[in-house]
């Protein structure tokens, strides 16, 4: 509970500091009045249609990065997991490029996370196909090993026959990942798939601290480890394939953020499932505050600035674990 | 009343049948060794009487719903595996997962399970301890610990007592013998055939798959049968508590 109240003020701090940290300089006050649609228009436009639509993004793309690594992570029972492992995320983003290179993401304002969202739908049949219903875990990662591979393939021989330049730029600085220049459109179309992911992942709890004791102990508990599997894909590929759909492929959150809070859950994987979700909202908020205050003039890019903060994060992490173990 | 009957269990890996027509049935306040040689079946055996693995013929465990089956049979495999760094209370409170509704935390009923295993494997000071940071041995009795919190009728343990020191055996046994004399049933396959013979109210012998003899520890260890199964040339002496059985060599 402690660490609820700790996770959640956090969360909200960091909410609260990028609604009102950016370009305009907005008066806390006036910033809320502007929310509710009162005050200033200028001000109304940048914190309902700007703002918002960036902090609810980078909240959302957190949480579902947070929960799906937990969760990931629990399964297999390997802290390195994370959960682009499954190559959902690779699919979404080469779904993307695929809509920036044919131009068809120029046509209308949503054509880009729908191809995104498609590819991961589509790359989440072809795992399911891959690895078999009842498949142990080591063909699951082996069938994401392989459609990761081939989903990078493709996004690198799309840019390899990029036309100019500028749409191979255009495709690069995407994929780097980024919340800025979202519009609330995007938060309603990513929502609701997020919002299944969500469900099916939260419902996992019970199975993944069976899970700690082995997968033959874990049946004998009564969880039906077969059905554990699908929920897990398909609960992953809701939540991460829609948070790469509207804000690209984001390294890092779903490895590091259960890593760090793992002791403070007390191993537990099913407390860490919330936890994961509350923190990477908190991580992802932060990262992306720190692309508005550091160089705010060159468009840091989210991904970018996420992996700067993750990679030593990780190795100080890999630094104790080693202490531990010596 | 039974516990457990299996009829006929037959356990194939590829076409090879690992477990062949298999039947037994187990009561309560039976405590029961399966014994045999390294690849006789018997951890095929216990798993496919549980239902972990395809098998034809019958089981009454495997043919109960999951949850049900849990709250039936609690299950220690040889494999053991603690993934995370958990307290050892958290871990033997997995234990009590198939009585937990969703989410719910431990009920008083739940948490006096949880302390009556811990009690009875000599863990009341171990509590607090990170499973993942003891020794193999400690590690093996807070996973039996475990399998007492889900307290069931019958308790299936494959090897509970391999990597034990010779007390933590005994005890181990001893925890099984009176849960057999308080109307539950425990099926174990174990090495130690004297410790067999002394805590085991019967025993099952497997060779190849099959099962080769079934009744009380002295009728089951015999030179003749030790000669046949185990290819060993052994000394039995019948002591006060059961058999006592001497290796002296292997028969090439």
Request: with cysteine.
């Amino acid at each position: 509970m402690k660490l609820f109240g700790a996770l959640m003020g956090l969360t909200g701090v960091m909410f609260l500091a990028s609604l009102f940290v950016g370009y305009a300089a907005i008066p806390i006050p006036e910033g809320l009045a502007a929310l509710m649609g009162r005050g200033n228009p200028l001000f109304v436009t940048v914190m309902q249609e700007i703002r918002l639509p960036r902090v609810l993004l980078a909240a959302m793309v957190g949480a579902s990065l947070g929960l799906a690594g937990a969760a990931m992570q629990g399964f297999l029972r390997n802290p390195l997991a994370e959960p682009g492992l499954i190559g959902v995320s690779g699919s979404a983003a080469l779904g993307a490029v695929i809509a920036l290179q044919t131009g068809l993401a120029a046509a209308f304002l949503l054509a880009l996370p729908i191809a995104a969202l498609t590819f991961a739908a589509l790359s989440v049949g072809l795992i399911l196909l891959l690895a078999g219903p009842r498949g142990s875990s080591l063909t699951l990662i082996l069938a994401g090993i392989a459609v990761s591979a081939f989903a990078a393939a493709l996004t690198s021989l799309t840019l390899n026959l990029s036309p100019n330049p500028y749409a191979a730029s255009e495709i690069m600085f995407w994929m780097m990942g980024s919340v800025a220049n979202r519009a609330m459109s995007h938060v309603w179309l990513a929502l609701p798939i997020m919002a299944l992911g969500w469900a099916a992942l939260a419902g996992l709890g019970r199975g993944l601290d069976a899970l700690t004791l082995g997968e033959d102990a874990a049946e004998a508990l009564g969880i039906s480890l077969s059905r554990l599997r699908l929920q897990l894909l398909l609960g992953t590929a809701a939540a991460v394939g829609a948070a790469t759909a509207v804000a690209g492929a984001v390294g890092f959150v779903g490895l590091v953020v259960p890593h760090i809070l793992r002791r403070f859950a007390h191993g537990r994987p099913s407390t860490l499932l919330w936890a994961s979700a509350l923190g990477g909202a908190a991580m992802v908020l932060a990262a992306d505050l720190v692309t508005r205050l550091v160089l705010p003039d060159r468009d840091l890019k989210l991904g970018v600035v996420m992996a700067l903060i993750g990679a030593p994060l990780f190795l100080h992490l890999i630094y104790k674990t080693r202490r531990e173990f010596a | 009343m039974t516990l457990l009957t299996v009829q006929n269990l037959t356990v194939k890996r590829g076409e090879c049948p690992v477990v062949d027509g298999a039947s037994f049935t187990i009561g309560p306040g039976e405590c029961v060794g399966l014994i045999g040689p390294n690849g006789a079946g018997k951890t095929s055996l216990l798993r496919g009487a549980l239902g972990l693995l395809p098998f034809e013929g019958t089981s009454t465990l495997a043919a109960l719903p999951p949850r049900k089956r849990a709250a039936q049979a609690a299950w220690l495999p040889q494999t053991r595996e603690i993934a995370w760094p958990m307290s050892v209370e958290r871990i033997v409170a997995l234990g009590r997962l198939p009585y937990l509704a969703r989410g719910a935390r431990l009920s008083p009923t739940d948490q006096s399970a949880v302390d009556a295993a811990l009690t009875r494997m000599g863990l009341q000071n171990y509590r607090t301890r990170l499973a993942t940071a003891l020794s193999g041995g400690e590690q093996a009795r807070v996973l039996i610990a475990r399998t007492l919190a889900q307290d069931t009728p019958l308790l299936m343990a494959d090897e509970p007592i391999a990597g034990l020191d010779p007390a933590a055996q005994i005890a181990t046994l001893q925890v099984f013998e009176a849960l057999a004399k308080e109307g539950r049933a425990v099926l174990t396959s174990l090495h130690d055939l004297s410790l067999a013979g002394r805590y085991c109210t019967r025993l099952i012998l497997m060779g190849a798959g099959r099962i080769i003899a079934d009744g009380p520890p002295d009728q089951i260890l015999t030179a003749a049968r030790l000669e046949e199964v185990f290819h060993l040339q052994a000394n039995i002496v019948p002591t006060a508590h059961g058999p006592l059985v001497q290796p002296l060599g292997v028969i090439q």
